[in-house]
């Protein structure tokens, strides 16, 4: 299991959400603003099954929009990252470092390729939003 990243607030409303902190494997950006003040970053997650629907695509459960706030940026890599990604991972700093240093990293691993990957460095975070993505058999992966 995935550590929770504790350190951002309204965490608990994603692992309500979830059942656990997920990986946002193949995750679609939806929004990516960056401003001195902060990184927004809005995802789309779900949980794939391991059944297959009548039409071959893999059944996903639990698919919700997240938005997350990043503030306090210190180090920010994000000149080749596009809005229009789909993230391999989203990785957060073990709860040990946020707490020696007061800060976090963020990783956002990129599916498209390694030139389009960022990170960033912040001291605080928080889940704006999480809430029921509608189903797309569109986006849904074969099997």
């Known amino acids: 299991m995935r550590e929770v990243p504790n ?6 409303r994603v692992v309500e959400a979830y059942g656990y902190w997920p990986s946002f494997h193949d995750s679609p950006v939806l929004a990516f603003t960056r401003t001195p ?7 789309e997650a779900w949980e794939m099954t391991r059944q297959v629907d009548s039409r071959g695509y893999i059944v996903l459960t639990k698919k919700h929009e997240i938005g997350f ?13 596009i809005q229009d990604n789909i993230l391999f991972e989203l990785a957060f700093s073990p709860i040990a ?17 390694s ?3 960022g990170q960033f460095t ?18 849904e992966t074969t099997a």
């Open 115 to 117: 030139d389009m990957c």
């Open 97 to 113: 470092h946020q707490q020696t240093t007061g800060q976090f990293h963020v990783v956002l691993d990129s599916a498209m390729g």
């Open 7 to 12: 350190y951002i607030s309204g965490h608990e």
């Open 37 to 43: 003040e902060y990184i927004e970053l809005h995802v």
């Open 122 to 139: 912040a001291t605080s975070g928080e889940v704006l939003y999480i809430r029921p993505s509608p189903m797309k058999p569109t986006t």
């Open 69 to 81: 706030r990043f503030s306090g940026i210190a180090t920010a890599e994000l000149d080749d990252f």
